[in-house]
């Protein structure tokens, strides 16, 4: 064994003997291993939040949408559908409509009103996608108690009653509302809604316009600006409640990775219009772009706030080892007079330092770890709605680059601690060792 670590590794068993030096020791690795687990437990939330976040995000919202450029909305949107998906290959194309109006529930006229948008949609299309799916239910209390590949397959029927039978009936028309919403103007599923609109004369009161909506399931994206202002229809219904010219007419692509949703609509910025419909492509990440980047600022900061945790444990692992320094004088003058270079001394007490460092941080991730399963495991806590989107439990993730980066930054911290310490051991001169050790 290199005489480094022998000698390091006699130092440290003989701190298990006791007395201040083990007791400081001791702490400063005790002060490592709780700035670690706080760094593992407090990434995997954060990365839990993002995830969440970005699956509610993408699953409400087609990855990349393409806007008529005037009021008067497509000419032949089929067409330019059929280019959007030869130029970018999307999972699912469909159009979408959109209706700005007023809503309050049928039976009160005194109730409260909501300015939405009444979004019509595709249901069997709408249908096939699981991320927003999972945040369908239809309002009972049983709907938790099945299982989640059930749930999936009542919340696919669900959306799928929102298309028009073939003979329609005029009966009300199905629309799925938000939990937020239906709290908001005192509705349940089954429950009927009334469109209101301004009179064209005069007057200011709303007066009812249109068929009557009828509840058919409730969602909940966590998302407060969607579930606040939106409310999900048939497009076949949708036009039955409007004049055509009053409903905006779009096209929405989804990707096989929502991430690269950016890069679509780039190309889709290359298309030439078919019959003249100029159209503005958005995706929804760049809709998005400033939420994200203060959820990046956000993880960056708390990730730097929480590793001064370790360097303020650093300082223990300083005294720890000027004290062993102090108390080894005379072994490190014998060391030396027995032809030991100075070097060598120095490196005996860097990995010293290092040791402890690694042993807080391996206690550390060890403790975050399983904090981090009993979080995930354990409903330990029941978040309100709309804290973390489609959860009303703490998520965790915990991501193998964030604990690369915690341990190459902890050793880092561990190396430059025992820089001081370490020198001044190196510094020691042999006679002055044995004189005063």
């Not at 309002?139 to 028009?164: D, F, H, I, N, V």
């Not at 509840?215 to 966590?222: A, R, S």
């Not at 945790?309 to 030396?336: H, P, W």
């Not at 309100?384 to 989107?389: A, E, L, M, Q, R």
Request: hydrophobic share 50%; charged share 15%; net charge neutral.
């Amino acid at each position: 064994m290199p005489l480094e670590w022998a000698v390091c590794l006699r130092y440290l068993r003989a701190a298990r003997s006791g007395g201040p030096v083990s007791f400081v020791t001791l702490v400063a690795g005790l002060g490592v291993a709780l700035g670690v687990a706080a760094l593992v437990v407090a990434m995997a939330c954060m990365n839990g939040y993002q995830v969440n976040l970005l699956r509610a995000m993408a699953g409400a919202l087609p990855h990349v949408s393409l806007l008529p450029d005037t009021q008067s909305g497509f000419q032949d949107p089929k067409s330019l559908e059929a280019d959007a998906i030869r130029a970018v290959h999307p999972r699912t194309a469909a159009l979408y409509g959109s209706l700005d109006t007023l809503i309050r529930r049928l039976d009160a006229p005194a109730a409260p009103m909501q300015a939405i948008a009444l979004r019509g949609i595709e249901p069997a299309i709408e249908a096939q996608e699981s991320d927003f799916l999972a945040f369908l239910d239809d309002g009972t209390p049983a709907w938790k108690s099945y299982s989640p590949q059930e749930r999936l397959r009542r919340a696919g029927a669900l959306m799928r009653g929102l298309a028009l039978p073939e003979a329609p009936s005029g009966g009300p028309v199905p629309v799925l509302i938000s939990r937020t919403l239906a709290a908001r103007l005192g509705v349940a599923v089954g429950d009927r809604l009334t469109l209101l609109e301004f009179p064209t004369g005069s007057g200011f009161v709303p007066v009812p316009h249109g068929a009557a909506l009828q509840v058919h399931g409730l969602f909940e994206t966590g998302i407060l600006a969607f579930d606040e202002a939106i409310a999900l229809t048939g497009l076949d219904s949708l036009m039955r409640l409007a004049p055509a010219d009053q409903i905006e007419i779009s096209i929405g692509l989804r990707l096989d990775d929502p991430m690269a949703a950016a890069q679509a609509a780039d190309r889709l910025r290359d298309l030439q219009p078919p019959k003249g419909d100029a159209f503005h492509v958005f995706s929804w990440l760049e809709s998005n772009k400033s939420l994200f980047q203060v959820i990046l600022l956000q993880k960056a900061m708390l990730f730097l706030v929480l590793m001064l945790i370790v360097v303020i444990a650093s300082f223990g692992m300083i005294s720890a080892l000027v004290m062993l320094v102090t108390e080894k004088t005379r072994e490190i003058a014998i060391l030396k007079a027995l032809g030991a270079p100075g070097r060598t001394v120095r490196r005996i007490f860097l990995l010293q330092g290092i040791l402890i460092g690694v042993g807080g941080l391996c206690a550390g991730l060890v403790l975050g770890l399983f904090v981090c399963w009993v979080l995930a495991s354990l409903p330990l806590f029941t978040i309100p709605p709309g804290v973390y989107p489609g959860s009303d439990r703490i998520p965790v993730l915990v991501s193998p680059a964030d604990l690369l980066w915690i341990v190459l930054g902890t050793i880092a911290i561990a190396a430059a601690a025992t820089q001081f310490p370490a020198h001044n051991a190196m510094r020691i001169r042999t006679v002055d060792g044995l004189r005063h050790g």
